[in-house]
């Protein structure tokens, strides 16, 4: 085709099929979208087979190369995972509260969604997409939208469905934008406000200090009989203290942003002077959810790591790290939640 | 004019599935600072080298297709940019119809540079967000040179892909 036709016309054929294909792609088209799947089963058993002609050849060379860090690797981790443990028990019973105050509240959660789990079986083969590719597609139930999440966070949102593969876009990728909302109490973090705080009410930091209330109850006395004796014991309890203290909990809601491979997300609030005012480093980021939220209320995402006053401007850029190590992601688990397909499209 | 049409299409596709899929599985899995060496490039510039400015980018243009067909990209995106690629490299023949390994890998180096710089640019011209930032300043290079070193090696590869025989010189008899 190409030899009967002039330098100039091949070329430009080419350039004006990318611009047409682009388009097409870009405005939504089944038969594109019907030929991806196609092409996806017909790429998934060469992929196999290069899978298992590389990865012998890769484990002989790990194995030679990275022999020596293995072992001290895995004392690491066992240490850790000793150090998690003791977090995992904690966390669990926190849970069981949180849910428990939603249940009470009648608040939607990440807890009231199914998840199907899913296996990490691609990474994008470009310099320029942050994606990956798991194996769970529309036959398990997955649709365009869905947050992925891993043991540790948020890990990215479904952006193409196949039958039995599914692409993910990561939190990192620039594409990324999700709403967050950042959870803290007055005293958590470890930089100091530069001026006066404020809530997005206005109300100053310094007048939301923790109120503890303290109930003393009286003593109790009690009698129980037992039946095979006659006899009757009284046992007396000494006057119970109980204290509870109700921290304040200030809570920002902003867009989170990815930036690229590496690179931490970046926040920009919804109110600017909240990230220069009440949002500190250590503050835990997690989805704010909303109808219009593409995940969720309460998926963990990161924790602010920096926070850098903009000279000559009320805001701030607020950098946050995921808490998913995107880099050696395996398991992951699609949340069943579809979002609005407005906010998709956005 | 089948053969023509149909020759090396029916050698493209398979190659280029094969090309995919060794850049997926084994060049997406391990990249080199950060940066993903890019085997189906490097395949399409040693094909523009060994054919041709218009072989170049016919072959950039199918072997990107199928690029995009896998991944995330609008579909022709990554085909725009390798079928520039394929094209920078393919103007070798302009110097000379049958170039040495070493000056086919400097038209390589320049096409794969050019064809990875695209990439970006036509993500923001398309709409997507696109990585125009001083990444590329690193992501370029290691790109192109890994693309020159493979050249010599992949270029029998994409001669014969596009159905191009290498000229046999031969003595002038009196």
Known sequence: ?346 | MRTVVFGPLIRLVPVGLIALSIQRVVFAAHPVHDVKLQFVLALVVAAGAGGGADRGAVAGFVLGLLYDASGNTPLGLMALAYGVAGMTAGYVHTFTPDPQWWLASIFAFFGAAVGEAAIPVAEVITGESGWVTRDIALTVPIVAAFCALMCPLLMPVGRWMMGVRRKKWKAMLE
């Open chain 1, 1 to 346: 085709m190409f030899l009967s036709l002039s330098r100039r016309r091949v070329l430009l054929l080419v350039v004006l099929t990318c611009m047409l294909l682009i388009t097409l792609d870009k405005r939504g088209n089944p038969v594109i979208d019907r030929a991806r799947g196609v092409f996806a089963r017909v790429l998934q058993p060469v992929d196999t087979a290069t899978k298992a002609i590389s990865l012998p050849i890769e484990r002989v060379w790990y194995g030679i190369s990275n022999y020596d860090n293995v072992q001290s690797e895995r004392d690491a981790l066992r240490d850790q995972l000793e150090h998690m443990k003791g977090n995992d028990v904690e966390a669990r019973s926190a849970i069981l509260e949180y849910r428990e105050l939603l249940k009470v509240n009648q608040l939607a959660s990440k807890f009231q969604y199914d998840t199907v789990a899913a296996q990490v079986v691609g990474e994008s083969p470009s310099n320029f997409q942050n994606t990956v590719e798991i194996n769970v597609g529309s036959r398990q139930g997955v649709a365009v939208g869905m947050p992925v999440t891993d043991g540790a966070g948020l890990v990215g949102r479904i952006t193409k469905v196949f039958p039995t593969r599914s692409i993910v876009l990561l939190i990192t990728d620039p594409e990324f934008s999700i709403s967050a909302q950042v959870l803290s109490t007055p005293d958590e973090g470890t930089a100091a406000p530069p001026t006066e705080s404020t809530t997005l009410s206005g109300i100053p930091i310094s007048d939301l200090t923790s109120t503890t209330t303290t109930t003393t109850l009286p003593p109790t006395t009690t009698t129980v009989a037992t039946a095979d004796t006659g006899q009757s014991t009284t046992s007396s309890t000494p006057a119970n203290t109980t204290t509870t203290t109700l921290l304040a909990v200030v809570r920002e809601t902003g867009t989170l942003q990815g930036q690229g491979a590496d690179k931490p997300l970046w926040l920009r609030f919804v109110d600017t002077t909240s990230s220069v005012t009440s949002v500190k480093v250590g503050a835990i980021v997690d989805t704010a959810g909303g109808n219009n939220g593409l995940a969720p209320q309460g998926i963990p995402i990161g924790v602010i790591t920096n926070i850098e006053r903009q000279t000559g401007s009320s805001s701030a850029l607020v950098e946050v790290t995921p808490n998913a190590s995107l880099r050696r992601l395996n398991f992951v688990a699609v949340v069943l939640y579809v979002p609005n397909q407005d906010a998709v499209g956005k």
